[in-house]
RNA sequence: GGGAGGUUAGCUCAGUUGGUUAGAGCACCUGCCUUACACGCAGGGGGUCGUGGGUUCGAGUCCCCCACCUCCCACCA
């Protein structure tokens, strides 16, 4: 690296009025890569803590989903990174087989070329080179948002090592013999012309129709009548299913229909998945194209005939008459020969759910293929267990019986795609149909002693690596110094829509390949909607793409809103509006830096403060900061980021910025005439504060604390390099104060209060006003005559008088206003104004609204039971609150009757 | 057919083990360009917490019923 790009791109430069997020956030991204500081060498001290990234998709940009997960688990990183943990965020991506092949192979055919025109190999160059262009975007799109990945660590799922572990999980696996191949019926998908797994079915509800179809009983009169929704399944009928109880059909068993059309004799069989209720009773069984009668003809030893082929339409056993034909064209014609001989006795509407592929939309066809399957039972039941027994923690825990039911009923698992783009499956034939599954060829040729090898054509999928990937990216199956350093990683932030898909597979692979869990949490996130909570699509026209809105509002606002919004359980509805109040917070955390460098001279950030030296105003500040890091510690630690969010905007808004930078202003100068009111090191405690406080909302908003953080004077004694290495604050400075902190809230409750008095009295803000006040809580006299400056400034008041002798009386040319506020006495006098009749009617619906407060805690406190039931601090609380009430009604009369 | 979640201010949402007068952001009303910030400051209005029961001195919070909305899972042809 260059000796000379080491220097922190420091900004010495006038701070303008308005944050200009553009303005700074390139420059610290590229600092920190130049810095290496998100790299981390081999070995190192301290605990560790790891988060693999979901690899997005090669295919695409990110989506705001990606936005939302990213800015999560770089909050997490960067957290644990400043609390001295050697932290990883590996980052990567993944080949995405089906979805990428699509985007490649609609890119050849806007060329006027296809797939099978260039051939396998040439291809796969083509992916490959897709490929490279789209991994380079994501990273410069993660790079944009703030991530702190480790980009020296990244990894794609078809990479070398990758590939590596792929083909030893899939050989372990099938020397466990838990992988094997086999014929059976599988979900095709007849335009992507390759076998899915059961999640990659989507059930959609359709309007069909339920056709009745009369068969005639062989060597008798009678007939039979079955119900289809899919009619040109008969032409592959081979037998007639009842339910083995049913009274109605046992004289059929030994007997035959004839199928007509075709004129195959259709055995009858008794199964008990057939429902009597349903129709007649009576179930046409197509073993090659449908799940249950597939079953069933195993069971029965029923015939299987192929009419749909792989590519959707008719084949020659259908008959030469449907031959060709495209399944739905073949079942309009079926019906019209159905109708014209008679068979066809009646249609009706039937609403039902039929499977449709996912990725590509058609409805599914089920049939019969040889493919690769995954038995995943066993796996399954520890990956349910570790759920029950709590080793695993699902966030938020509502998912657990989803998760249960899910894995108590799971199918083996096909594996193998009929696709070009992926690991292809480790298995080699010899042309006298020996199989041999290995590692790789040569190991192939040499287990079996042959050379006349041929590799399967298929590939895994896609997600087969990706369940490998908390482990296979750092190294497994070898023994790596990562491997060993990282894993089990601790925590996995994903969208909920792959559960199953995803995180299901990594536990449960997790699980038998290193016998441990790769994390031991799993944080779902909701999914990100548009204002009005509607699902973001692209046919709505409602989708945002995360580089806009870092544009429009900077990427620590965009941060800040979604990780605020990520409450568990619920979907994030983004409102722009929304996002723009929190660049407003931005732009507060930059001036609030603009009025302290305006005003603490050659005050420096200091580590540590004595606060012991400090009057009041600053050892609060420093005690709601000690509070306030203490809880969004607990905060995170819980992966509670909403409120770990809320807990920092109401300190640095509401308490920093509204309350103690206020107080700041006479002490610093900043005071106008009220000021001229020194106290120690006040300077020394805005940039303390301040630098704190930065820190604290680093992993949120990394870009603009940098900024900021590095033009505080003396931020290099904390730390020299960046404010991504600086210690996140623990909450246990020492700084707490009970007694000051009690003391400020009932100074900003008293400030509150005359401020509204002015305004309800009619007062206005150029009059002089007197204030009295006086308390029987000791010390608060003496503490109310500290801050006598800071009451005057901040209510604008002509004079301040603390429990004094003689109370200023009424006269006929101005009131007087009395009321008491956390316990004190409070006195305004005020000249005398007319209320408006709106202001009159405030006061009056006001005045019987503290009426009713009154009538009500006076009604629970001459209730016995509450009385001698509810804790004695329940029932203080109520006495107290009743007589601050009357105060209140009292002030609320005389304010009216002027 | 199972399961989960939701229903709180005009909108989008928080609400800790049940405990004073239920909060936030935006929107709204009034007054302020008060030398950090109009992406701001001060003050204010607005909610019978989906319906109906129950437990309790006390329920947005715990229990039951119902209604409506969302989503997931499921081989009734």
Redesign the pocket.
């Known amino acids: 690296m260059d000796q000379n790009s080491g220097t922190p791109p420091t900004a010495d430069t006038e701070m303008d009025?308005?944050?200009e997020p553009a303005s700074y956030e390139q420059k610290w991204q590229r600092y920190w890569t130049e810095q290496k500081i998100f790299e981390l060498p081999p070995e190192g001290e301290g605990p560790t803590f790891c988060i693999m990234i979901p690899p997005p998709n090669v295919t695409g940009k990110l989506h705001i989903g990606h936005a939302l997960q990213s800015a999560l688990q770089d909050l997490l990183t960067r957290w644990r990174r400043m609390q001295g943990y050697r932290a990883l965020w590996l980052p990567g991506t993944d080949h995405a087989g089906i979805a990428t092949q699509l985007m490649v192979e609609r890119q050849l055919e806007s060329e006027g070329s296809s797939r099978l025109e260039l051939g396998r190999e040439a291809f796969l160059e083509r992916v490959w080179a897709w490929k490279e262009n789209f991994q380079g975007n994501i990273r410069h799109q993660l790079d944009l948002l703030g991530a702190s990945c480790d980009w020296s660590r990244e990894r794609f799922t078809l990479d070398e090592g990758l590939s590596e572990a792929v083909a030893e999980a899939f050989v372990r696996l099938y020397e466990e013999g838990l992988i094997y191949r086999g014929e059976y019926i599988v979900n095709w998908s007849p335009k992507l012309n390759t076998a899915i797994s059961?999640?990659e079915v989507?059930?959609k509800?359709v309007r069909g129709k339920?056709y009745h179809l009369e068969y005639p009983v062989e060597g008798s009169d009678e007939t039979v009548v079955?119900?289809?929704?899919?009619p040109e399944t008969m032409l592959g009928d081979t037998g007639i299913a009842f339910h083995p109880e049913d009274e109605r059909y046992q004289h059929l068993l030994e007997k035959a229909a004839i199928l007509p059309l075709v004129g195959r004799r259709l055995r009858f069989v008794a199964d008990e998945?057939?429902?009597?209720?349903?129709?007649t009773?009576l179930?046409?069984v197509t073993p090659f194209h449908?799940?249950?009668d597939f079953e069933m003809g195993q069971r029965h030893g029923l015939d299987s005939v192929q009419v749909i082929g792989r590519d959707g339409h008719m084949t020659a056993a259908a008959g030469e008459e449907f031959a060709g034909l495209d399944r739905f064209e073949a079942r309009r014609k079926i019906i019209e020969r159905l109708r014209e001989e008679g068979v066809l006795i009646r249609v009706e509407d039937?609403l039902?759910?039929v499977g449709h592929s996912q990725r590509s939309g058609e409805p599914v066809e089920p049939l019969v293929s040889t493919q690769w399957f995954c038995n995943v039972s066993s796996m399954a039941d520890r990956a349910l267990n570790a759920v029950k027994d709590g080793e695993l923690q699902l966030i938020?825990d509502?998912?657990n019986?989803?998760w249960e039911?899910?894995l108590s009923?799971i199918r083996p698992w096909c594996i193998s795609r009929q696709l070009w783009w992926g690991h292809r499956i480790p298995a080699w034939y010899a042309p006298d149909g020996e199989v041999v599954v290995a590692r790789s060829e040569e190991e192939a040729k040499r287990l079996s002693g042959r050379d006349d090898l041929r590799q399967d054509e298929d590939v895994l999928d896609t997600w087969f690596s990706s369940g490998l990937w908390p482990f296979s990216t750092l190294g497994w199956p070898r023994d790596t110094a990562d491997f060993r350093s990282f894993y089990p990683t601790d925590v996995l932030i994903t969208g909920y829509?792959i559960l199953?898909f995803w995180v299901a597979r990594m536990v449960m692979s997790g699980l038998h390949f290193t016998d441990r869990l790769p994390f031991s949490a799993v944080h779902l996130t909701g999914l990100v909607?548009d204002?009005?909570?509607q699902?973001m699509s692209k046919t709505r026209g409602n989708t945002v793409d995360p580089l806009d809105l870092i544009e429009e509002y900077g990427a620590d606002a965009l941060r800040f809103t979604l990780c605020i919004?990520d409450?568990p359980?619920?979907?994030i509805?983004l409102?722009p509006?929304?996002m723009?109040?929190?660049?407003?917070?931005?732009?507060?955390i930059w001036?609030?830096a603009?009025?302290a460098l305006?005003?603490v001279g050659d005050a420096e950030v200091q580590e540590s403060l004595d606060h012991e030296e400090l009057a009041a105003p600053e050892r609060w500040i420093l005690s709601r900061l000690d509070a306030t890091a203490e809880q969004v510690n607990a905060k995170l630690e819980i992966f509670r980021f909403?409120?770990a969010c809320?807990l920092l905007?109401h300190f640095f808004?509401g308490e920093l910025?509204?309350w103690y930078?206020?107080f700041t202003?006479p002490a610093l100068g900043?005071g106008?005439e009220a000021g001229d009111a020194p106290r120690p090191r006040v300077g020394e405690v805005v940039l303390t504060v301040l630098d704190r406080s930065l820190r604290l909302l680093h992993p949120v908003m990394p870009y603009l604390t940098e900024e900021v953080w590095q033009r505080l004077p003396g931020y290099q004694k904390v730390q020299p390099t960046s404010i991504a290495l600086a210690p996140f604050p623990d909450g246990k400075a020492g700084w707490r104060d009970e007694v000051v902190e009690e003391q400020v809230a009932a100074l900003t409750e008293l400030?509150?209060r005359v401020?509204?008095l002015r305004?309800e009295l009619g007062v206005g803000?150029k009059d002089a006003v007197r204030v009295e006040v006086s308390s029987e809580t000791p010390g608060m006299d003496a503490f109310l005559e500290e801050q006598r400056p800071l009451l005057a400034f901040l209510c604008r008041l002509e004079e301040v008088a603390v429990a004094p002798a003689e109370s200023e009386g009424e006269r006929e040319d101005r009131l007087v206003a009395r009321d008491r506020v956390s316990g004190v006495e409070l006195v305004v006098v005020a000249p005398k104004k007319d209320l408006g009749e709106a202001e009159r009617q405030?006061l009056e619906?006001?005045l019987a609204?503290?009426e009713g407060?009154i009538a009500?805690?006076e009604k629970?406190l001459s209730?016995e039971?509450?009385l001698a039931?509810?804790?004695d601090s329940?029932v203080a609380?109520?006495r107290?609150?009743l007589q601050?009430?009357e105060e209140?009604r009292l002030q609320l009369k005389a304010s009216l009757e002027g």
């Open positions: 009025k308005v944050f059961d999640l989507e059930m509800e339920l079955v119900a289809t929704t899919r998945v057939v429902d009597q209720e349903f129709g009773g179930v046409k449908d799940p249950n039937h039902h759910n938020p509502s998912w019986k989803t039911h899910w009923n829509d199953f909607r204002a009005e909570g699902k919004l409450s359980g619920r979907d509805p409102d509006e929304r723009a109040g929190y660049r407003g917070f931005c732009n507060k001036n609030a603009r009025y305006s005003r909403d409120e809320s905007y808004w910025c509204d930078l206020e202003k900043a106008g400030i509150s401020r509204n305004q803000s405030r619906k006001d609204k503290v407060a009500s805690t629970r209730n039971s509450f039931k509810a804790p329940v609380g109520a107290a609150q601050e009430l209140r």
